[in-house]
């Protein structure tokens, strides 16, 4: 049935494998013979033991449009089909067509770092990245780095050499990359008080994954995440976390409430064991929950490598889906600390599952399932406490109580609720391009700032819907 499908190469194959999401465009196919196009096929493969060697299902073939909110754009015929919702009025439906990949980028230099920048009171809206729809598509290998040359991810707001920066109080929605990005050179800034929501890679993506910088300049250093609102993110690319953090020092995700996601909450860390310059960081207080719900094999609070004096502690995770620990310091997870954590109605509380996980002291933590691994080596795990039959502590209760957004954050979470993007597919399930092809969505605004990523808009009249061309 595939070989028959029309605009061929336009169509995807999407696989889900543990932590993977893999997305590759089909070459060619016959009968029931299909060839990957490449290089996405020969970087897929590059992982042994965890390679794309399956299909969870495909997307981008006008053949499957057979939902309501469902869409499919023909690129040779320049025409977007769209199967309406019910109660949706096409002839007066107002779009947005996404054609910019980067809304902005500042930069300083290795030399001069741009300073004292804030942000605030703004949206960032509707850009693309187009990428995964090339042969190269998306060969995923972890937090949306991927195999071969393909780096990461674009990050569609970014930030290079910069020092105090102020991100406080803006809206990142419908992303077609990943959120904010704070890259190389990064010190001493904070993102504070911000609602993130229908992205289509990370939350936020900071650092990078480069060990040992020749020049420490290069290092990020200092970087505050705190009482920031993540959800529904990881909507394209399903591997990936509400905030990730490659290699950092000195940093700080504190108060954050981060939910609804196919994969992990926080991600610190890179390496597999290169600790790198990764020291004293802190992940606490944050409330974490409805994650994991597509991928395997990640957690509410994940880490990588060695870093000397990171302390984990006072986080309430809750009902995470899969697999594996809800707190998991995973390959040469070193000499940190995890204590006074609230763990609830997951599969496992704790999972250290290799010896190269040393000198970690993991202690009065509270959970309700007494499941957990336990094969680092050196490492202090007692005393934490099982909770049978709904008796929290007092203890407990005061960390639940305590972890989320302070008060005066807590409005931007109604963000959120402003009328969803017009023909988006909120199930990240659906048979659609999402942000490898193109956006629709309300130009929704309510006296905000907004930058969006379109040069364009018209209004529509029926089913058909032609592109715009720019």
């Known amino acids: 049935a595939v070989a028959a499908y029309g605009n061929l190469q336009e169509v995807e194959l999407v696989y889900l494998r543990e932590w993977k999401s893999y997305r590759c465009p089909i070459g060619s196919a016959s009968g029931t013979n299909i060839i990957v196009a490449t290089p996405c096929w020969t970087n897929a493969q590059a992982h042994t033991g965890w390679t794309m060697d399956g299909v969870s299902w495909i997307e981008n073939a006008y053949e499957l449009l057979d939902a309501e909110g469902e869409w499919y754009l023909d690129d040779p015929q320049d025409f977007l089909y769209y199967k309406p919702r019910a109660g949706e009025n096409m002839a007066s439906a107002r779009v947005t067509a996404p054609v910019l990949e980067v809304l902005l980028d500042a930069r300083g230099t290795l030399a001069t770092s741009l300073r004292y920048l804030t942000l605030r009171g703004l949206t960032f809206a509707h850009a693309t990245w187009m990428k995964p729809s090339s042969n190269r598509g998306y060969p995923d290998m972890q937090g949306t780095y991927q195999w071969g040359t393909e780096g990461k991810a674009l990050s569609n707001v970014q930030f290079w050499y910069v020092d105090s920066l102020v991100l406080e109080r803006n809206v990142f929605r419908a992303l077609g990359g990943n959120g904010p990005?704070?890259?190389?050179?990064?010190?001493?800034?904070?993102?504070?008080?911000?609602?993130?929501?229908?992205?289509?890679?990370?939350?936020?993506?900071?650092?990078?994954?480069?060990?040992?910088?020749?020049?420490?300049?290069?290092?990020?250093?200092?970087?505050?995440?705190?009482?920031?609102y993540i959800t529904q993110v990881g909507q394209e690319?399903?591997?990936?976390?509400?905030?990730?953090?490659?290699?950092?020092?000195?940093?700080?995700?504190?108060?954050?409430?981060?939910?609804?996601?196919?994969?992990?909450?926080?991600?610190?860390?890179?390496?597999?064991?290169?600790?790198?310059?990764?020291?004293?960081?802190?992940?606490?207080?944050?409330?974490?929950?409805?994650?994991?719900?597509?991928?395997?094999?990640?957690?509410?609070?994940?880490?990588?490598?060695?870093?000397?004096?990171?302390?984990?502690?006072?986080?309430?995770?809750?009902?995470?889906?899969?697999?594996?620990?809800?707190?998991?310091?995973?390959?040469?997870?070193?000499?940190?600390?995890?204590?006074?954590?609230?763990?609830?109605?997951?599969?496992?509380?704790?999972?250290?599952?290799?010896?190269?996980?040393?000198?970690?002291?993991?202690?009065?933590?509270?959970?309700?399932?007494?499941?957990?691994?336990?094969?680092?080596?050196?490492?202090?795990?007692?005393?934490?406490?099982?909770?049978?039959?709904?008796?929290?502590?007092?203890?407990?209760?005061?960390?639940?109580?305590?972890?989320?957004?302070?008060?005066?954050?807590?409005?931007?979470?109604?963000?959120?609720?402003?009328?969803?993007?017009?023909?988006?597919?909120?199930?990240g399930r659906r048979r659609r391009p999402g942000a490898a092809r193109m956006r629709l969505a309300v130009d929704l605004n309510q006296g905000r700032v907004f930058c969006i990523g379109s040069r364009g808009r018209r209004d529509v009249g029926g089913r058909k819907i032609p592109e715009s061309k720019h």
């Not at 504070?192 to 040992?212: K, Q, Y």
């Not at 910088?213 to 705190?226: K, L, M, S, V």
């Open 181 to 228: 990005a704070l890259e190389a050179g990064s010190r001493n800034s904070r993102i504070s008080c911000n609602a993130l929501f229908d992205i289509s890679g990370n939350g936020m993506h900071i650092g990078n994954i480069t060990a040992n910088p020749a020049d420490a300049r290069d290092q990020n250093i200092g970087i505050t995440i705190e009482n920031n």
């Open 237 to 427: 690319y399903h591997g990936c976390a509400g905030i990730f953090l490659g290699y950092v020092a000195q940093s700080r995700i504190l108060g954050n409430e981060i939910h609804n996601l196919p994969h992990m909450g926080v991600s610190l860390g890179w390496g597999w064991g290169a600790g790198g310059y990764m020291r004293n960081n802190e992940v606490a207080y944050n409330l974490i929950y409805d994650h994991m719900k597509m991928m395997y094999d990640g957690g509410g609070v994940y880490t990588l490598s060695p870093q000397q004096g990171t302390h984990v502690h006072h986080n309430y995770i809750h009902d995470q889906i899969h697999e594996l620990g809800a707190l998991y310091p995973d390959e040469g997870s070193s000499f940190m600390r995890w204590d006074s954590n609230v763990v609830q109605n997951v599969v496992r509380w704790l999972h250290m599952w290799t010896g190269t996980i040393q000198y970690d002291t993991v202690v009065n933590n509270y959970y309700n399932n007494n499941v957990a691994t336990l094969n680092g080596a050196n490492c202090i795990v007692t005393p934490n406490v099982l909770v049978t039959a709904g008796n929290w502590p007092a203890a407990a209760q005061g960390i639940m109580a305590g972890s989320g957004m302070v008060a005066g954050c807590q409005d931007v979470k109604t963000w959120v609720n402003l009328p969803l993007p017009t023909g988006i597919s909120q199930d």
